[in-house]
């Protein structure tokens, strides 16, 4: 969830679509043509893409029917997807395969027993493609189920190159070259960063990205499992930092609680510039190429989330994986080929995606900038998926959702860091369902 | 079988349908939410009444209440109250219908549109929103914004900016010293066209400086040194303080220089006027904390006030001509006319208007989780809101089903009263 652009009016078009899938009048139902091993089967694909992504996704699905002979359907269940998926399940008619932003969801869904497990083509092509840390986040309970499609990088903070040039900085490596250049950006009078407050899931991007540099991975896993309680004081660190550069003089623009995030990629990167740095996923560059202002990789730039401590190259990611609801012959066979570095570099030559496909050649993707950004997530030493992700829905994963909330408020400067992970850990041991003893004992992470 | 008995059982044959749609569609959701609202959020577990006790001892919930009851007490008065008036007023233009159709049309929207739309007015950039971008220019043309807002000190160059926006040298001035006041933070463009570059004060007699951006493009420029090619400020209004007093005030020229000769001796302070780096007006946080709760309730009054006035319209025609012009023939003026005879006589319509609207209020959901933004839920919360994050968010069907079996409850006594009404007048609003 809190990978996705597109938020709001996503209720209402998932019941239109869900009608729609319902009474068979979805377009891109091509006839099942070729006379592949799999001619004559159907597969029905889900995934909560639409417009250009689904088209995008749709070249990749054509090539394995015709590779395979069978005819695949896709159905796009917006942000809603779970919930789409959730009454198609309870409807007895769940599509074979989905694609599937939340670990957690899909946690739950292997432990109700709805998912097949990854066998024979599909898991030699996952175990063939894919590094371990992919393999294990498709993991549940020691079997496979999901391969990871379509993955982000949430650690990059896009810039405006004429910003940087008129204030005379380069692109910060460590904490404190961002706050010095961040400093340098407001006595240039050209704008500092942009922090879209009014989307609570950019915030937690914010937190991650801290935490897990000076944390460390193995606490963050700890921290997303809700094995160390909140109040852990690496938690209150790594807060402390939070407020701290939030809280610099003229860093971040005024009233960042009522900016939204696609304001905050028109206010840096639009017509009347009011702030020269975004720190989102590399998402941000479709966002910029739909303003059309400037040019990514050339007016608009990105640097890594800078180092903590010396903390090595580490990336919050995230990403979409694909999950199989019927064991059926063509289902395995489509995730085997969604597994393979030929998927990959087709979807890769639109422009758009990162994969996680280690057999992937940086000479897919098709421009410098997308490649730099692959580059980053696949050279980073730690690369941890966005814990909101991995908790529990009422704690990460919504508007309204616990943490959302609280670094909200934190962010409008209510309480100090230390209140705030008290709150965070009282809301944990609400969400988690379970509450961790003093003497942390190991909590039922996730699903309730 | 006798003919009344025979009579019983076709009544029941002919209602069994409508009973059958009446229970499974009505009263066995009411049921299942009662029954719901006693157990466990997964509803495995009898909890008896500790989800209504989590309701009322909740903030959240508080808050929520407090919200709904200005709701009711706010919207339904004002949207008759505006109906009504423009009922009155519309009687008395020409092209009638157009005018009443434009009123009506924001009622063809949906709440979800309308939500989206109020988005856009209500959006605290003036560049953005409608409302604020009015407010600004309104403002400005009152009193022009300052030439340089969000000026602010060089770190180290000994200037202290006070809270009060005020700028003062740190150590004493002495005439016949000239003092620097570099400034940062404007971007270069923010400089009139007229300003020219600065040169380091020149020495002379009185007190004298020069005020200026003290940064070069690529950030090449000594710290608090005058650099060539760093422009000076003109129009920044200087006043010199002595013990505590201003003794002299004056503006800068077109290089940021500035003088007073007649001044002589030391222990003055030169201070730079708050006026000349006030930020400008951005208008209203309308979405904010504060004003969220009025906010959406205006923009409810814009969906709904055609509505009224339309209902209360028809109310006027109906009410007989001959009392209205009797009271004109008895010498009574256009105001006691309506004040004596056309309220009074409307006044039934007027109240079921309220009461509907009254009920409709109490059931508000979408255009608050629409229309607050995130941060602002919470201060904008209301019932129907509060219930779909309990259900939905929080996943905890037995608190969303105590707040709906509440707010079912406190839909009910109007409800009632509305279906009295309407058997006893047959008004159909």
């Known amino acids: ?85 959730n009454s198609r399940l309870a409807g007895g008619a769940p599509p074979d395969v989905a694609l599937l932003g939340q670990p957690g969801v899909v946690a739950q869904l292997a432990r109700r027993g709805v998912l097949a497990e ?115 004081p690496s938690v209150v660190d790594s807060l402390s930092l939070l407020r701290d550069y939030w809280t610099l003089d003229r860093a971040i623009q005024d009233d960042p609680l009522q900016l939204k995030f696609v304001q905050a990629v028109a206010d840096v990167f639009g017509s009347r510039p009011q702030s020269a740095m975004l720190f989102q996923a590399d998402f941000v560059a479709a966002e910029i190429n739909r303003l059309g202002e400037v040019r990514v990789g050339g007016g608009a730039r990105f640097f890594d989330w ?83 992700d991995l908790t529990p829905q009422a704690f990460g994963g919504g508007t309204d959702a616990s943490m959302w909330r609280l670094l909200q408020s934190f962010l409008g400067r209510r309480g100090g860091p230390a209140e705030l992970a008290a709150q965070l850990e009282a809301a944990a041991q609400h969400d988690f369902g379970v509450a961790c003893g003093p003497a942390r004992q190991p909590c039922l992470g996730g699903s309730r | 079988m006798s003919p009344a008995r025979r009579h019983r059982w076709t009544a029941a044959a002919f209602l069994a349908p409508a009973l059958l749609v009446l229970c499974t569609l009505v009263a066995y959701p009411i049921g299942y939410t009662v029954w719901l609202s006693l157990h466990s959020p997964d509803g495995s577990r009898f909890v008896g009444v500790a989800n209504y006790v989590e309701m009322f001892t909740a903030p959240d919930t508080r808050r929520a209440l407090t919200n709904n009851a200005i709701w009711v007490v706010v919207a339904p008065t004002v949207v008759t109250v505006l109906g009504l008036m423009f009922a009155v007023l519309t009687e008395r233009v020409r092209l ?20 989206v739309t109020f988005r856009l007015v209500y959006d605290e950039d003036p560049n953005r929103g409608m409302l604020n971008a009015a407010i600004v220019a309104v403002h400005d043309s009152f009193s022009p914004p300052s030439p340089y807002p969000g000026a602010t000190v060089r770190e180290g160059s000994g200037l202290v900016a006070s809270d009060d926006g005020t700028i003062t040298t ?92 007649e001044l002589a001796g030391g222990g003055y302070s030169v201070r730079l006027a708050a006026g000349n780096f006030t930020e400008p007006f951005r208008g209203l946080t309308w979405l904010g904390p504060g004003l969220v709760t009025p906010a959406i309730i205006g923009s409810y009054i814009w969906v709904w006030a055609g509505f009224a006035m339309v209902v209360i319209s028809a109310g006027l025609a109906s009410i007989p001509r001959e009392a209205v012009e009797s009271a004109r023939v008895d010498g009574a003026t256009e105001w006691q006319v309506l004040r004596l005879v056309t309220i009074p006589l409307v006044r039934p319509v007027t109240v ?70 309407l058997r006893r007048h047959q008004v159909v609003p």
Not at chain 2, 213 to 230: H, I, M, N, T, Y
Not at chain 2, 392 to 421: D, E
Request: charged share 15%.
């Open chain 1, 306 to 388: 800078p180092s903590i401590g010396g903390s090595p190259p580490a990336v919050v990611t995230a990403g979409d994986q694909a999950v199989v609801f019927t064991g059926t012959p063509a289902a395995m066979a489509l995730i085997a080929f969604l597994a393979s570095p030929e998927a990959a570099a087709l979807a890769a030559e639109q422009g758009g995606f990162l994969s996680a496909n280690r057999n992937l050649p940086a000479s897919a993707y098709p421009d410098p900038v997308t490649r730099e950004l692959a580059e980053s997530l696949t050279s980073a030493e730690l690369v941890r998926f966005d814990l909101s």
């Open chain 1, 1 to 85: 969830m809190a990978g996705s652009v597109r938020r709001g009016a996503a209720p209402a078009a998932a019941l239109a679509l869900l009608v729609l899938s319902a009474t068979g009048c979805l377009p891109g139902a091509p006839a099942g043509v070729g006379t592949g091993p799999l001619a004559g089967q159907t597969v029905e694909v889900a995934a909560i893409w639409t417009g250009a992504e689904q088209a995008h996704f749709r070249a990749v699905l054509d090539a394995f029917e015709r590779r395979t002979g069978a005819s695949v359907r896709y159905t796009s269940g917006g942000d809603d997807l779970p919930a789409l998926l």
């Open chain 2, 96 to 115: 009638v219908n157009a005018f009443r159709l434009a009123l009506f049309m924001p009622m063809a929207i949906s709440f979800l549109a309308a939500g």
């Open chain 1, 118 to 232: 990854l066998t024979g083509a599909a898991a030699a092509a996952v175990a063939a493609n894919y590094p371990p840390l992919w393999q294990e986040l498709g993991t549940v309970d020691g079997k496979l189920y999901g391969v990871y499609f379509k993955v982000a990088n949430k650690s990059v903070i896009w810039y405006r190159t004429d910003a940087f040039e008129e204030a005379g900085v380069r692109p910060p490596q460590t904490w404190p070259e961002l706050r010095a250049v961040t400093r340098t950006l407001a006595d240039a009078g050209v704008g500092t960063m942009a922090v879209p407050g009014a989307d609570g899931w950019v915030l937690t991007d914010w937190f991650e990205n801290i935490y897990l540099r000076v944390a460390g991975p193995d606490r963050y896993d700890q921290l997303a499992r809700h094995e160390i309680p909140w109040t852990h």
């Open chain 2, 170 to 261: 740190g150590v004493p001035v002495t005439a016949g010293e000239p003092a620097s006041l570099p400034l940062v933070g404007l971007p270069v463009d923010a400089l009139p066209a007229a300003a020219e570059p600065a040169r380091p004060p020149a020495a002379g007699p009185g007190i004298r400086g020069v005020v200026w951006r003290d940064f070069l493009r690529g950030g090449a420029g000594r710290a608090g040194l005058v650099d060539p090619g760093e422009l000076g400020l003109p129009g920044v209004v200087v006043q010199v303080v002595r013990s505590g007093e201003v003794v002299a005030e004056t503006r800068t020229d077109a290089s940021g220089q500035f003088a007073v000769p």
């Open chain 2, 352 to 421: 079921v208007v309220a009461v509907t609207l009254g009920i409709n209020v109490l059931k508000i959901f979408d255009l608050v989780l629409v229309l607050a933004p995130e941060p602002a839920q919470a201060e904008a919360n209301v019932l129907g809101l509060e219930q779909y994050h309990a259900s939905f968010t929080q996943l905890n069907a037995g608190l969303g089903s105590a707040l709906a079996v509440l707010l079912f409850t406190l839909v009910l006594p109007g409800m009632a009263w509305r279906a009295r009404v």
